[in-house]
């Protein structure tokens, strides 16, 4: 059994349910869960998995906020896309062998975008595929809360998950290659989830929470895309907001009151 997510951080949990076996027996080792965090929600998704312009997105999602100066991080950076490039051969490897497949996939955007893709990806195999499906709440002590991604989830939380497994037909593969190829074809700046559905959007669709928190008395942009984020868990990333933010400045809507060469120390308000 091959076990795919779509985030870093989700990944690195599983691997470590594995080492620790916190997961029952028979679950397989940390080796055989791969990351696809290509981030598929944003961007240009025409070009090649592969490519360097997707390769170069991910680096800057991940290092927009380092200073430049410490080569070392900057160089480990470099090597999240590729290696992701490396764990979709990984799997290819699997699927020759006749493994079966399971994705853990979530609300969010990124990664309903990558359980399109990887069925399009797919579709000449004929391998068991299945499919956990994050809820959208549950039991914490005695609250109910909501959840939107895997990275929510702890490694010895993995388990409590495994009963809502279940296969993935091949009429639902074709399905979400199907939609995949229509938002391929769309190609918009992102992808976003309304009323449940994954659907193309313009690149200034959730401008609007920006605006809501910003106001002209000064704040750290880390504090405002934090506040962002856990208001309104829609499920995009905080790289989007502070790239948004960086046009805002462009544009002269935004003013820096006091600079960082961390973009997330600075202090921003509204112009």
Known sequence: MVDILFGESEAACMRYAKTVRTLPA??????????LAFMLDIGDIQKAIDSSYRQELIFSMYSQDQ???DEAACQELK?????????????EEYLKQGQAVRIWCSHSPYSLCGLCFLCDWMKSYKNPVSAVELPRYRTNGSR??????WGEVS???????????????????EMYALLWTD??????PLRAIING??????????DFLIWRELTDKPVKQALLIGNILGKYPVGTCDWWYARR???????????????????????????
């Not at 999240?80 to 799997?91: C, D, E, F, K």
């Not at 388990?159 to 593969?173: A, G, K, T, W």
């Not at 559905?197 to 959730?206: G, N, R, T």
Request: glycine content about 8%; overall charge negative; aromatic content about 8%.
């Open 144 to 149: 109910i809360v909501s959840c939107q991604s």
């Open 183 to 188: 938002l391929q074809r769309e190609n918009a």
């Open 197 to 206: 559905k994954l659907l193309s959007v313009p690149e200034d669709f959730y």
């Open 79 to 91: 090597e999240a896309g590729p290696s992701y490039v490396r764990q979709l051969a990984r799997l």
């Open 67 to 69: 200073d430049g100066h």
């Open 155 to 173: 490694h010895d939380e993995f388990q409590d998950f495994l009963p809502l497994e279940r296969p993935l037909s091949s009429l639902e593969r």
């Open 245 to 271: 933010i960086d046009t805002f400045i462009k544009q002269g809507k935004i003013k820096v009151t006091e600079d960082s060469g961390r973009k997330y120390a600075r202090t921003i308000r509204r112009v």
């Open 26 to 35: 028979g679950e397989g080792g940390p080796d055989t869960v791969l990351c």
